[in-house]
C-alpha cells in the first residue's frame, strides 16, 4: 500500500510562489507516475500537472503552463509541485495521486492512490 502526504499549501498574494511536495511512503515511488489534481469550492476536481516514473514525460493543465513546474527525486520518495505567479483563481485544495499506469494526459482521474490534500489560498 502506498501513502502519500502532501505539505506546502498555505495563503499566498497575487503573484507568490509556493512549492507543494507529495511524500510517499509503503511503497517505491519510482514505480509510480504521479499527478496533481486540485478542486476549488463549488467546481470538479481538475488536473493540473502528471510525470511520469522517470521524470521524462511531463503534462500540464493550459492554465498552469509556464506558471508551475512538477519534478521528482525518486531517492527522496518525492514530487513537488512548483507554483509561481499565482492567481486566485489557483486557491483549491491540491491533492497528489499514484498509479503504475501512465495517463498521458489529465482527463483520466482513475488513480489508485490518492493523499489528503493541502490547502491554497491565494489573496491579498
Known amino acids: 500500500q502506498l501513502q502519500l502526504v502532501e505539505s506546502g499549501g498555505g495563503l499566498v498574494q497575487p503573484g507568490g510562489s509556493l512549492r507543494l511536495s507529495c511524500v510517499a511512503s509503503?511503497?517505491?515511488?519510482?514505480?509510480?507516475?504521479i499527478a496533481w489534481f486540485r478542486q476549488a469550492p463549488g467546481k470538479d476536481r481538475e488536473g493540473v500537472s502528471c510525470?511520469?516514473?522517470?521524470?521524462?514525460?511531463?503534462v500540464y493543465a493550459d492554465s498552469v503552463k509556464g506558471r508551475f513546474t512538477i519534478s521528482r527525486d525518486n531517492a527522496k520518495n518525492t514530487v513537488y509541485l512548483q507554483m509561481n505567479s499565482l492567481k486566485p483563481d489557483d486557491t483549491a485544495v491540491y491533492y497528489c495521486?499514484?498509479?503504475?499506469?501512465?495517463?498521458?494526459?489529465?482527463?483520466?482521474?482513475?488513480?489508485?492512490?490518492w493523499g489528503q490534500g493541502t490547502q491554497v489560498t491565494v489573496s491579498s
Open positions: 510525470i511520469s516514473r522517470s521524470g521524462g514525460s511531463t
Open positions: 509503503g511503497l517505491t515511488l519510482i514505480n509510480f507516475n
Open positions: 495521486a499514484a498509479d503504475y499506469a501512465w495517463k498521458g494526459g489529465l482527463t483520466n482521474q482513475n488513480y489508485r492512490y
